[in-house]
């Protein structure tokens, strides 16, 4: 196993006194610009903002033979750049992901690195080894463009994409430019992911966020991590699918702002 070299898009950056640092995570097959940036420039305002992206994904070099503990490592190394530039190495720093850019957040939280987590969209353990198994099988065969279709239904919840078609085209764009042996490893890792027994071991806040009708991770995975966790909050976002950063751009950074401010939830 390797650390990925992880790289992505910084908003406002400054170490400016009383400005929180806050990592955000991806999912699979999206970039951090066309996942996050609507909601990342709203959280600008209060905070020093780097998203970050999965190997072979928007700016981060292809990656091969990596686990989501890698990943978090990579986060990790990423996060520790910003620190420096901050002044505030070592410190812990906020982070929300969604998908898998969740289950990397969770192995963070789980190895003390964070001051807290919003878990959006996310699972301990997301799928199963034999479905990651064949899609990655799948890509390699037939490139990322094979899952754009499958993804156009999965990620968006009802009316979306007629509402919001050029978010919705950029998304999947991004899938499309994703490098295959990287999806496939991502896929891999995902596979070997499974924390549901170490949730206890988290001790900061945890804001576990559901989309309503979210068709590849299911609420009950959010509603365990809740509940397991030693400090955790659920809200559910109606009519919201598994992008909740693209698809409710404004209500996430509300939650997230909520979320470090002490205030985890909805009024």
Same mark, same amino acid.
């Given at each position: 196993?390797?650390?990925?070299?992880?790289?992505?898009?910084?908003?406002?950056?400054?170490?400016?006194?009383?400005?929180?640092?806050?990592?955000?995570?991806?999912?699979?097959?999206?970039?951090?610009?066309?996942?996050?940036?609507?909601?990342?420039?709203?959280?600008?305002?209060?905070?020093?903002?780097?998203?970050?992206?999965?190997?072979?994904? +928007?700016?981060?070099?292809? &990656?091969?033979?990596?686990?989501?503990?890698?990943? !978090?490592?990579? *986060? @990790?190394?990423? %996060?520790? /750049?910003?620190?420096?530039?901050?002044?505030?190495?070592?410190?812990?720093?906020?982070?929300?992901?969604?998908?898998?850019?969740?289950?990397?957040?969770?192995?963070?939280?789980?190895?003390?690195?964070?001051?807290?987590?919003?878990?959006?969209?996310?699972?301990?353990?997301?799928?199963?080894?034999? +479905?990651?198994?064949?899609? &990655?099988?799948?890509?390699?065969?037939?490139?990322? !463009?094979?899952? *754009? @279709?499958?993804? %156009?239904? /999965?990620?968006?919840?009802?009316?979306?994409?007629?509402?919001?078609?050029?978010?919705?085209?950029?998304?999947?764009?991004?899938?499309?430019?994703?490098?295959?042996?990287?999806?496939?490893?991502?896929?891999?890792?995902?596979?070997?992911?499974?924390?549901?027994?170490?949730?206890?071991?988290?001790?900061?806040?945890?804001?576990?966020?559901?989309?309503?009708?979210?068709?590849?991770?299911?609420?009950?995975?959010?509603?365990?991590?809740?509940?397991?966790?030693?400090?955790?909050?659920?809200?559910?976002?109606?009519?919201?699918?598994?992008?909740?950063?693209?698809?409710?751009?404004?209500?996430?950074?509300?939650?997230?702002?909520?979320?470090?401010?002490?205030?985890?939830?909805?009024?």
């Amino acid at each position: 196993m390797a650390i990925p070299e992880l790289s992505g898009v910084e908003y406002a950056v400054t170490g400016a006194r009383g400005r929180p640092l806050l990592v955000l995570g991806p999912s699979l097959g999206t970039s951090a610009a066309t996942l996050w940036e609507p909601a990342a420039r709203v959280l600008a305002e209060r905070f020093d903002v780097v998203a970050w992206d999965l190997p072979g994904h +928007g700016t981060s070099r292809p &990656a091969t033979g990596f686990s989501m503990a890698d990943l !978090a490592d990579g *986060v @990790e190394a990423l %996060a520790a /750049r910003a620190r420096e530039v901050r002044g505030d190495p070592g410190a812990p720093y906020w982070y929300a992901g969604d998908s898998v850019g969740g289950c990397v957040g969770l192995q963070l939280a789980i190895t003390g690195r964070l001051a807290g987590l919003a878990a959006i969209a996310t699972g301990a353990r997301v799928g199963d080894p034999a +479905g990651w198994a064949d899609r &990655a099988a799948q890509v390699r065969a037939s490139g990322t !463009a094979s899952m *754009v @279709e499958g993804s %156009a239904q /999965r990620w968006f919840g009802p009316g979306f994409a007629d509402r919001e078609p050029g978010v919705a085209d950029a998304l999947l764009t991004a899938l499309r430019d994703v490098d295959d042996e990287s999806y496939a490893a991502v896929c891999e890792a995902l596979g070997g992911f499974d924390v549901r027994d170490r949730l206890s071991e988290i001790d900061v806040p945890v804001l576990a966020v559901a989309g309503e009708a979210d068709a590849a991770v299911g609420a009950e995975q959010l509603t365990l991590i809740a509940e397991r966790v030693r400090r955790g909050t659920l809200v559910t976002l109606p009519g919201v699918g598994h992008l909740p950063p693209a698809e409710a751009p404004e209500r996430t950074a509300e939650l997230i702002t909520r979320l470090v401010a002490g205030r985890p939830g909805a009024d």
